[in-house]
């Protein structure tokens, strides 16, 4: 009974359920868009017994650098879902307000959303590519937050930057367009943040646990002009980011670690055109999208194909999309954990 502390909307949710929180037993994991690049880093654990910078200094200048803005346009936050959360809850009003989401794509803005109370609009990818700004904005009604994922998880598609631009002009005045670049360093000649100046409403998400391999740090940065970075800093916890982790972060950003991640993801862009030539040659592969982002997803003629796979230790992320449940995204592991993934279609290949 005790549940019923919380109101009825928070009873009515389920916690948020993946491989890891499930338990799953596996030898190898593509299932979560992760570096297979694990690295070491120095930690100097003296200063614990006080608080740390609420947005350390050194990591924020880093990643202003990195991204080619001023300090003031950046907010660190615990992973770019802290970032999807804030923005939620600085933006929309519990029971009246609502977000736009263009679907299939990432989940936490409908968890984050349903969470707060906050109405989803629900609208297609294909509308997002290439409807008439007059539509978009039929559609997406009085959306505070337009969520705009590029490259789009699961579907591995980006938006040209014109369109990205043509997006955020059609709402000038009307909503906030969020671009989460989550993946953005597979493909950087794309993203939004080069119009961060130019434009009042437009917020850029993004993360170290893809590109970066740090997934486990949890250290995300909101990219904005100085006016919603503030109002965001409003809804912001005391010391979001630990000592230990801006210490990481620190290492993590600079320009010679910066370079080896540069040649990791040529490394992963690669072995991605490698995995997609051989999925497509596999009869049992309905259908590969084209990927811009650290993973495939694919249609399989057989969902028991899937199954099989797990039941062997090879963990990937299986989902329904339009109706039907035979599709899966692939991580692009390393060279070793690929091969687990051809054995795999050799073994369904008959
Ligand atoms: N956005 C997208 C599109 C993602 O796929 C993910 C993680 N899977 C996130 C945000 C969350 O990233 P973080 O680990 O920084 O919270």
Redesign the pocket.
Known sequence: MSREFAPEYIQSLKAYSSAKSEKLTGSTWLN??ESPYAKEYALNLDNLNRYPDPQPENVINAYARYSNLAGENILMT?????G?ELLVRTFCQNGKDSIAQFLPT?G?YKVTAESANVALVDLSQALLIDAPQSELLDCVGNAKLVFV?NPN?PTGNVLPLSRIEEIVKAFEDKAIVVV?E??IEFCEEFTAAGLIEKYQNLVV?R????AFAL?GL???FVLSNPELINTMRKVLAPYPVSSVVAAIAEQALTSCNISSVKRQVSIINNNRATLINQLSACKHVRKVLPSFANFVTIQLSDKAHIAAAMQSGLIMRPFTLYGEDNWLRISIGSEQELNVVFNWLVEING
Request: glycine share 8%; aromatic share 8%.
């Open positions: 979560a868009n615990r992973g770019a879902d802290e999807i990432y936490m994922c998880n989460d989550a993946y998400l993360t170290l646990s893809k997934a949890r250290t995300g």
